[in-house]
């Protein structure tokens, strides 16, 4: 007779946000980049993803594995998701097998439940941290021993940008150059210690659920945009060389320029898409200028915008210009009615970076 045993795991993934943009797929059944990207790690204490993973011999075969996101019932039949199902259960059945006392997880229905207390597809991560979870949960549940750069390569088959949310601090997305993919995921740039003084903040301009997923407004760039051959290949790897030496060097100036001109290369390459794409609108495009403006007024660069395929603004700061670049974007943006009020509703309060989990 079967156990009633139910064997569960939780855990929680933060959101990273990339400030050199990973945008295009050289394979998109590994779901392999065109180019490396390069992201922070944003604190669980304020957004993240909550995942509990559960399997047991009485859970019916004939409903297999399933996921619930925020409440409803979410496709698990897709490519992506079934790649991580099956890379995670292999693993399990690896050990399995060379320790027949061991409980034959791999064998059992999976049950996924999941939480983001953040707007989910609007832009803001929600496939980073939502996989990173997804995967990390499972692995937690087979006792897997695998490292986070091993879940990095798994997470990154369910959606790519998860492979750095696996990581704490400053992260980089190595495109690799193996066909199989097995060199193409996520290390420590540097732990959030080594620059602890970094703050973002994020302006929710729409929760609702953007109108091109990520994953098909790449395909279409990669099929009609021009630019984006410049961006691949020049653009993107000096970007990533800035970015690591300003990183290393602490030095927000050129952090901040990079990530600006790496988002706008992104966003030129939207427009540039046949038909273009935008994710801007122009409440995103009223944050740029007030972040202009803050520089401006300073007389330094204090803050940098940086926004994903969606309209909500990231911007990143020193915590000792709290006062300057919170204080401003409120007096900036603050002053008047009608949607500038539901610009400051969207205000999320500062946030520290993740050590990592
Ligand atoms: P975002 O900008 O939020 O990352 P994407 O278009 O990249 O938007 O991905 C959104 C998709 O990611 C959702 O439709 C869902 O399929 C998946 N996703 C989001 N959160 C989770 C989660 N917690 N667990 C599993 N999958 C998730
Ligand atoms: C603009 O990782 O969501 O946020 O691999 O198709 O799931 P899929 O795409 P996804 O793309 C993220 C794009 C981005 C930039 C980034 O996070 O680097
Ligand atoms: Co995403």
Not at 121 to 148: C, D, Q
Request: proline letters at 5%.
């Amino acid at each position: 007779m079967a156990s009633d045993t139910v064997y569960r795991a939780s855990t929680t993934a933060p959101v990273n946000i990339a400030v050199v943009k990973y945008w295009g797929k050289r394979d998109a059944k590994l779901n392999l980049p065109t180019n490396s990207s390069l992201s922070v790690t944003l604190s669980q204490a304020d957004l993240r993803t909550l995942t509990t993973a559960s399997c047991s011999a009485r859970y019916p075969a004939s409903e297999g594995d399933s996921l619930l996101l925020n409440g409803e019932p979410s496709d698990v039949s897709g490519a992506r998701t079934q790649a991580c199902f099956r890379e995670l259960r292999s693993r399990r059945a690896a050990l399995e097998a060379a320790d027949p006392s061991l409980p034959k997880l791999s064998t059992m229905p999976l049950r996924i439940v999941s939480e983001n207390n953040f707007p989910t597809a609007a832009g803001l991560a929600s496939s980073a941290a939502g996989f990173a979870a997804f995967v990390r949960a499972i692995a937690n549940l087979y006792e897997l021993p695998a490292s986070p750069s091993e879940l990095s390569l798994i997470a990154r088959q369910g959606s790519g940008s998860a492979c750095r949310s696996l990581f704490g601090g400053y992260v980089a997305w190595r495109m690799g150059d193996k066909a199989d993919g097995s060199d193409s995921m996520a290390d420590q740039v540097a732990e959030a210690s080594h620059w602890p003084e970094m703050r973002a903040l994020i302006l929710v301009v729409s929760a609702a659920k953007k109108g091109v997923s990520s994953t098909s407004g790449m395909q279409q760039t990669v099929a009609t945009s021009g630019l984006f051959q410049e961006r691949i290949t020049k653009v993107v790897p000096k970007n990533m060389e800035l970015m690591e030496k300003a990183i290393a060097e602490k030095d927000f100036p050129a952090f901040a320029e990079v990530t600006m001109r790496d988002s706008n290369s992104f966003h030129a390459t939207c427009a540039d898409t046949y038909p273009p794409i935008f994710y801007m609108n122009d409440v995103s495009k009223a944050a740029i200028r007030a972040v202009e403006t803050i520089n401006a007024n300073v007389g330094r660069t204090v803050a940098a915008y940086t926004f994903d395929a969606g309209p909500n603004a990231v911007i990143y700061y020193l915590e000792k210009d709290t006062e300057a670049v919170v204080g401003t974007f409120y007096h900036v943006i603050g002053d008047t009615d009608g949607w500038k009020k539901d610009v400051l509703k969207g205000l999320k309060p500062t946030m520290s970076l993740d050590e990592g989990v």
